[in-house]
């Protein structure tokens, strides 16, 4: 007798699925290589975060490129594009660069401007890559004013970061603004308010979310604006509440320290705090009158 012969196993390949497969892949390739940086933000997300910069390199940028006239976001894209090290930004190069830059109208001029700085095509291309990576700190940069209510006297400084014992160790998340009990808070934006109530460290707060995407959060407030119910939507200036001295207890707890705005800046879908200091203080030349 003859022993059966083993079947084997046939396998086929679907040509119209390998074919898409291919042209697919070929597509993604050329999406990823050549397509307008626009077109590449919104299909993989190539935006800097706040997080990514120091809070000292950011009060650098605002306040150098508001001195010279520069938009702060040219000059670090510039030191993005050379790769410079964190060690190495300091005022005085930022200056140099701004320098370069003065008069400067929008990104069509960046190789009229910065050819005395550097004479590199590639150079060029890359700072405006670098430019587009920007635009979201750029949005949460513009089109803002101050907490505080003009006509009022406050104070404030960097603690973000500082120490804190009540409830725990844990580190400050915000800046606290010093003044008077009753003075008007403002909303930095335009936004929608998504909590409002009681917390035993923030007493009465607002967490309102700024069409810029960053989560603004207002604590220790005596009391809310009427016109102020979570899901509400406001309007930059519109006034939302007033300083207080709420927190620390059980709901209703006043006076276990001096009156004061707990302002701070929550980015990304985790919501990490970012220090707001060098935000506040270009935004503090920005004031709004109420009644």
Known sequence: MY?????????????????????????????????????????FGSYYKISDFTPEHLEMYFAIGEEQGVPWYYLAAVDK????????I???????????????????QLEQFLKAYRDDEKFYKRVRQELSKLERIRKVYEDK??????????????GFGEAR??????THEGIDIMCDKGVPVVSVCDGVVEKKGWLELGGWRLGIRGDDGIYYYYAHLSRYHENIRQGSKVKKGQVIGYVGDSGYGEEGTTGKFA?????????????????????LKMWEKYKVDVE
């Open 90 to 108: 300091t005022a005085e190069r930022i200056g140099r660069v701004a320098i370069q830059l003065r008069g400067i109208d929008n990104y069509e």
């Open 259 to 279: 009156s004061h705005l707990h302002f701070g800046m929550y980015e990304g879908k985790e919501e990490l705090a970012v220090n707001p200091y060098p935000f």
């Open 165 to 170: 014992t009540y409830g725990g160790e844990r």
């Open 145 to 158: 004013v101050f907490p505080i209510a003009q006509g009022y006297e406050y104070d404030y400084s960097d």
């Open 3 to 43: 022993a059966s012969p083993r079947l084997r196993r046939r396998y086929s390949i679907n040509k119209r699925r390998f074919a898409c497969t291919i042209v697919c892949t070929i597509i993604l390739i050329a999406l990823m290589l050549g397509l307008p940086s626009w077109v590449s933000r919104k299909l």
């Open 81 to 88: 594009a050379e790769n410079v090290l964190a060690g190495d």
